[in-house]
């Protein structure tokens, strides 16, 4: 319990400092035992502390005197969907908010976008905030993906744990900024597929790989 509630309120702390999501919009969990840790509906970041993340369960039922976040329908549904999610990541950042605004994903302009998971980055067609029908459209938006953009809305980045959702969301926010540039400049050239599987086979084995003896 407490180091999901450490860990939440870290990368609160950082998505802030991030100016990833202004003002109260956005919202964090992490994956806490049975259930989950989120956080709560209508608090500025920097009045939050450890006590004030809201345990909710995976039948939807949660404990204390503060609400939820609104949007904990989709984070409910993630984690019983997804069991490689340990942490979610919703952020309403600058530059992928304004591209989901024209209710567009990013395609393969550059490598990275790999990190998501994919070939490309999805947008969600725009559903209401905090409704069943959001949480189905980001769903499928996210199959066989980390991240996805939300029409009209924001981004979901999901991770194996919340400081790895937050990071990626710091990814796709700039795959945003550098998409939305090289449109500026005339439009990038996009990728194909098979230039982008082989990035996402490179990306299995990258970084650092436990070495084996013997």
Not at 39 to 63: C, H, I, N, Q
Not at 119 to 145: H, M, N, V, W
Not at 189 to 214: C, N
Request: glycine share 10%.
């Amino acid at each position: 319990m407490a180091d999901a509630a450490r860990a939440l309120l870290a990368a609160c702390r950082a998505m802030e400092a991030a100016r990833l999501s202004p003002g109260t919009s956005g919202n964090l969990s992490a994956r806490d035992g049975d259930g989950f840790r989120i956080t709560p509906s209508g608090v500025a970041y920097d009045a939050l502390d450890e006590s004030m993340m809201v345990f909710m369960d995976l039948d939807g039922r949660w404990k204390g005197d503060l609400k939820p976040s609104s949007e904990w329908r989709f984070h409910l549904d993630i984690y019983r969907a997804r069991p490689d999610a340990g942490g979610i990541c919703h952020t309403h950042s600058l530059n992928a908010t304004a591209l989901a605004t024209r209710r567009e994903g990013i395609p393969a302009f550059h490598y990275m976008v790999a990190a998501a998971g994919g070939r490309d980055i999805r947008c969600a067609p725009y559903r209401t905030f905090g409704t069943q029908e959001l949480s189905d459209a980001a769903l499928k938006a996210l199959e066989d993906r980390r991240a996805c953009l939300l029409g009209n809305h924001g981004v979901i980045a999901l991770g194996e744990t919340v400081d790895k959702a937050l990071k990626l969301a710091r990814e796709v926010e700039n795959l945003a900024a550098q998409y939305i540039l090289a449109r500026q400049l005339g439009g990038p050239a996009i990728l194909s597929d098979r230039e982008m599987d082989a990035v996402l086979e490179k990306f299995r084995t990258y970084g650092q790989q436990p070495i084996r003896t013997g």
